[in-house]
């Protein structure tokens, strides 16, 4: 897996530090569309900077009628809970859409509660809040609506850090080139081949959650290294991807780091 990874970081040096990500230097991003599949029709939206969370919740009112609302600025708990977000809940009023003009002093707030975000992980989290009294916990996922494809050609490289081989630990940063292929049905293959000579071959599937992306699957290098890889958090645009990785390559050799990938 280390190759597959390594061809991705082409002109970037991506440290082992917590994944960079591509709208988000503070940590893995959370911004997404969040609901849950067997309740479909109310959702939230997160958009996420740094230690702090923007989140649009539409629900329905006890009339049956959607509803509004929104917690502008759920800062992080920190260090203790870095993935544990809290703020007001506000309801607007403003300018019928249709007015010839938008004046922004008939534009009002009121606060109807308080709302928190935990996330257990990547692609899942607990929603808490509460409207005018009334107290609601749900637990939500990532909406996934299109799955990207990766397919392509690409250079890049890679920052890893290698444990429990029989050389080579310690950290290690390659560059070279990748070519993928991205079947319909998610099936994915990854050929590399680094400067330094080595080439590897990646099997495995891809799956998606929201905007991110993951890859699961096996490896065989030409320096005899073999066996499962992942690649986890991958966000995808037209210029590339990214994503952190590990590996699993005999006993007790393993893989860890950060990757990206640029197009050709």
């Known amino acids: 897996?280390?190759?597959?990874?390594?061809?991705?970081?082409?002109?970037?040096?991506?440290?082992?530090a917590p994944a960079a990500q591509a709208a988000n230097t503070w940590g893995t991003d959370m911004s997404d569309m969040w609901?849950?599949?067997?309740?479909?029709?109310?959702?939230?939206?997160?958009?996420?900077?740094?230690?702090?969370?923007?989140?649009?919740?539409?629900?329905?009112?006890?009339d049956s009628r959607i509803r509004w609302y929104a917690a502008t600025y759920?800062?992080?708990?920190?260090?203790?809970?870095?993935?544990?977000?809290?703020?007001?809940?506000?309801?607007?009023?403003?300018p019928f859409f249709g007015a010839p003009t938008f004046d922004p002093l008939d534009v009002g707030v009121r606060q109807v509660g308080l709302?928190?975000?935990?996330?257990?992980?990547?692609?899942?989290?607990?929603?808490t809040y509460s409207i005018d009294g009334v107290a609601v916990?749900?637990?939500?996922?990532?909406?996934?609506?299109?799955?990207?494809?990766?397919?392509?050609?690409?250079?890049?490289?890679?920052?890893?850090?290698?444990?429990?081989?029989?050389?080579?630990?310690?950290l290690r940063y390659e560059s070279g080139a990748a070519t993928v292929i991205h079947e319909i049905d998610n099936s994915i293959s990854i050929s590399t081949a680094m400067d330094a000579g080595r080439t590897c071959s990646y099997a495995g599937?891809?799956?998606?959650?929201?905007r991110l992306g993951e890859i699961a699957g096996s490896v065989a290098c030409s320096d005899g290294r073999?066996?499962?890889f992942q690649i986890t958090e991958?966000?995808?645009?037209?210029?590339?991807?990214?994503?952190?990785?590990?590996?699993?390559?005999?006993?007790?050799?393993?893989e860890t780091g950060t990757m990206a990938w640029l197009s050709r």
């Open 74 to 94: 759920m800062q992080s708990r920190g260090n203790s809970d870095p993935f544990a977000f809290d703020g007001a809940l506000y309801e607007f009023v403003g």
């Open 137 to 170: 916990t749900k637990q939500i996922v990532r909406q996934t609506f299109r799955e990207n494809n990766l397919a392509g050609t690409y250079l890049g490289h890679l920052s890893n850090s290698v444990a429990g081989c029989a050389s080579g630990n310690g």
């Open 1 to 16: 897996m280390k190759r597959l990874l390594s061809t991705v970081l082409a002109a970037i040096t991506l440290t082992l």
């Open 234 to 254: 991958i966000e995808a645009g037209y210029l590339g991807y990214m994503g952190r990785y590990s590996a699993s390559l005999g006993a007790s050799c393993t």
């Open 205 to 210: 599937t891809y799956s998606q959650s929201g």
């Open 226 to 228: 073999s066996g499962s």
């Open 35 to 62: 609901w849950i599949p067997s309740e479909s029709g109310w959702g939230a939206n997160i958009a996420h900077q740094r230690g702090v969370v923007f989140m649009t919740l539409y629900v329905y009112g006890a």
């Open 115 to 127: 709302a928190s975000l935990a996330f257990g992980s990547v692609g899942q989290g607990t929603l």
